[in-house]
């Protein structure tokens, strides 16, 4: 019979175990008990639905719709959510500072009244699954601070703070949200902007701003998010009445002018007029506030949504003054540089030159992919894409010969490029952008950016940025070695001298004579090696005087002496460098005054002087 007995045991094990796991771990721990047992009232935030408030004749009901807190009665409009949250934070901290029994409460039969709490003036009743009664709030009790309270369904007493009266002893409109709108500027997609002047039409377009009326051209993203957020972060000043009405008073019969906000999930968010029964969210500015001194910086308006009339500050009207000049973008150019691959410089007369991306370096592609300057072709980008216009010349451009941009001294072009055909795009390079330069006139210079119907001028000096000549854009580096490969070196200025490694690694004179000064030598070795220029020049000329160089030096990087590069130096530059060319480049580049120096040390040392003989003198005896 034991394996009845085990049997036994295991159902009885079994049961104790079910009962510790479904019902003893929902119990809550002797500390969470005692504080528990502390509060006024226990429930759960997240199953409370609504908050109703009784106070004397008053009723307000607020209610939860889509986690969001609406006032339903006795007016409805959008709640305070964090009054209400702070609210319920409130009820679940709420302690307990004394009981009074319900049997010592009977005991007594004035006691209610004594109390305030046998017909209570003010109630407070949450709905939703598991919520506890009605909570009935009387007088202040005599200890500063706290008050009488108790549950409609019960005569027991408690002494609380007064914490939870004052948050619900109030007005109305105090649970009103005074947020005009729960909408952020990050959805706003679409902004329709009426006044006596006409209407604008701004639609955002993947990360940036357009202007679609009265002209299409581009915004400038920050000033159309600061029009935004000036709605966006309005605070109703006052709740006037609700817009059923008569609305001249308030200016609103005819509005001095309107902006409707549309989010990304509208309907109508995506269309491209602003045709009459459209969604969105409205906002129409009135006249001036005259109920009250304090209201004399207010102005009425009404917003769609909520379907009332509110005051907000006076500065409110500043957006109806904005004009499509104020808003458009005045950025010469707005430049992708994430799809950037090849940027394109043609001058008619002197070619094009042409960039392919590499990595995060540039080529010079019209040049057989030799390596680009890539520190300024960034440099040209940057430039390109912050310069900012300094008029907008016309908005129509119907007489391009008059700024000079039917035949434009210069076109940049900025291109996408695939090396395969794909579902999106073909192969090839895909411009996507462009900016052709005309005329010069004063400061300024005119120019267009791709077929945009617009002239604008810009500052003349960003031509000076745009090198014309390939030659211009080559690396600054213009040897890169190390000095121990440096075989041998000779020096011309008005004589020549010729030093050549040994195969102990030692320098001696192929031409010349003397002690060799091994300091100045290293110094002329480092800075050959990895010699680099200023800028470049460009082409050649003979202003350069590389027929009457003043100095030329020739190095060999192979011990055969066949593998021979030639460093000429030229004339002075205006700008206090000089002119300087090597054979295997193309083109003159500037050379800085210290390597110059360095190219011009003295090879030759100071003979170390014979030591002096020792005086002679008598032996002693």
């Known amino acids: 019979m034991k394996w009845k007995t085990t049997l036994v045991l295991f159902v009885i094990a079994a049961g104790v175990?079910?009962?510790?796991?479904?019902?003893?771990?929902?119990?809550?721990?002797?500390?969470?008990?005692?504080?528990?047992?502390?509060?006024?009232?226990?429930?759960?935030?997240?199953?409370?639905?609504?908050?109703?408030?009784?106070?004397?004749?008053?009723?307000?009901?607020?209610?939860?719709?889509?986690?969001?807190?609406?006032?339903?009665?006795?007016?409805?409009?959008?709640?305070?959510?964090?009054?209400?949250?702070?609210?319920?934070?409130?009820?679940?901290?709420?302690?307990?500072?004394?009981?009074?029994?319900?049997?010592?409460?009977?005991?007594?039969?004035?006691?209610?009244?004594?109390?305030?709490?046998?017909?209570?003036?003010?109630?407070?009743?949450?709905?939703?699954?598991?919520?506890?009664?009605?909570?009935?709030?009387?007088?202040?009790?005599?200890?500063?601070?706290?008050?009488?309270?108790?549950?409609?369904?019960?005569?027991?007493?408690?002494?609380?703070?007064?914490?939870?009266?004052?948050?619900?002893?109030?007005?109305?409109?105090?649970?009103?949200?005074?947020?005009?709108?729960?909408?952020?500027?990050?959805?706003?997609?679409?902004?329709v902007l009426k006044t006596s002047a006409g209407e604008m039409e701004l639609q955002k377009k993947g990360d940036h701003w357009d202007i679609l009326k009265p002209l299409h051209t581009r915004a400038d993203d920050q000033k159309v998010s600061d029009l935004i957020a000036q709605v966006t972060t309005a605070r109703i000043q006052q709740f006037v009445a609700d817009d059923r009405g008569d609305l001249h008073p308030y200016g609103l019969a005819?509005?001095?002018?309107?902006?409707?906000?549309?989010?990304?999930?509208?309907?109508?968010?995506?269309?491209?007029?602003?045709?009459?029964?459209?969604?969105?969210?409205?906002?129409?500015?009135?006249?001036?506030?005259?109920?009250?001194?304090?209201?004399?910086?207010?102005?009425?308006?009404?917003?769609?949504?909520?379907?009332?009339?509110?005051?907000?500050?006076?500065?409110?009207?500043?957006?109806?003054?904005?004009?499509?000049?104020?808003?458009?973008?005045?950025?010469?150019?707005?430049?992708?540089t994430k799809i950037l691959d090849r940027l394109t410089i043609d001058a008619p007369g002197k070619g094009k030159t042409v960039f392919a991306r590499k990595d995060e370096n540039w080529t010079i592609a019209s040049r057989n992919n030799a390596s680009a300057n890539s520190g300024e072709v960034r440099r040209l980008i940057d430039r390109l894409q912050n310069e900012q216009v300094t008029k907008f010349v016309e908005d129509v451009a119907s007489n391009l010969p008059k700024y000079g941009l039917d035949k434009p001294q210069l076109t940049v072009t900025f291109s996408s490029f695939a090396s395969e055909n794909t579902a999106e795009t073909k192969a090839g390079e895909q411009p996507f952008a462009s900016v052709a330069f005309g005329k010069v006139e004063g400061e300024n210079v005119y120019a267009r950016v791709g077929d945009e119907p617009f002239v604008v001028a810009v500052h003349r000096n960003l031509l000076d940025q745009i090198f014309t000549d390939p030659l211009q854009w080559q690396e600054l580096s213009i040897f890169n070695f190390k000095p121990e490969q440096i075989h041998r070196v000779t020096v011309t200025t008005d004589k020549e001298s010729a030093l050549v490694r040994a195969e102990n690694n030692h320098w001696n004179w192929a031409k010349g004579s003397g002690p060799i000064n091994q300091t100045n030598l290293q110094s002329l070795l480092n800075s050959l090696a990895t010699l680099h220029a200023v800028r470049w020049i460009g082409s050649t000329t003979p202003a350069h005087a590389f027929d009457k160089p003043r100095l030329v030096v020739t190095f060999t990087t192979s011990p055969d002496d066949k593998t021979t590069h030639t460093l000429t130096i030229g004339a002075p530059t205006p700008d206090g460098m000089s002119f300087a060319k090597v054979d295997e480049r193309e083109g003159t580049f500037a050379l800085n005054n210290p390597d110059l120096n360095v190219l011009k040390l003295p090879l030759v040392g100071q003979e170390s002087p014979s030591p002096s003989p020792s005086p002679t003198g008598s032996a002693s005896r």
């Open 254 to 336: 005819e509005p001095h002018g309107s902006l409707t906000l549309f989010a990304q999930d509208d309907k109508s968010a995506s269309r491209t007029d602003s045709s009459r029964g459209e969604q969105g969210q409205t906002l129409q500015i009135g006249g001036p506030a005259t109920a009250g001194e304090k209201e004399k910086d207010q102005v009425y308006v009404r917003f769609s949504p909520r379907g009332f009339v509110y005051t907000l500050p006076k500065k409110i009207e500043e957006i109806l003054n904005s004009k499509p000049n104020d808003l458009r973008d005045r950025h010469l150019v707005r430049i992708d």
């Open 17 to 191: 175990f079910a009962y510790l796991f479904f019902v003893e771990r929902n119990r809550p721990g002797t500390e969470e008990a005692t504080r528990q047992a502390q509060n006024v009232v226990n429930f759960s935030r997240d199953q409370v639905n609504g908050v109703v408030i009784q106070n004397g004749d008053d009723t307000i009901d607020i209610r939860r719709r889509d986690d969001k807190w609406r006032l339903e009665i006795p007016i409805k409009d959008q709640a305070d959510g964090s009054v209400v949250n702070n609210l319920l934070l409130d009820l679940e901290n709420w302690q307990k500072d004394a009981a009074i029994s319900a049997k010592e409460m009977e005991a007594d039969k004035n006691k209610l009244a004594d109390y305030g709490l046998a017909n209570p003036k003010l109630r407070l009743k949450l709905i939703g699954p598991d919520t506890p009664p009605e909570i009935f709030f009387g007088k202040d009790a005599a200890l500063e601070g706290k008050m009488y309270v108790r549950f409609g369904n019960s005569k027991e007493t408690f002494l609380a703070n007064q914490s939870v009266k004052k948050a619900i002893d109030k007005k109305p409109e105090d649970f009103r949200d005074r947020k005009l709108t729960d909408l952020i500027m990050a959805q706003v997609v679409r902004v």
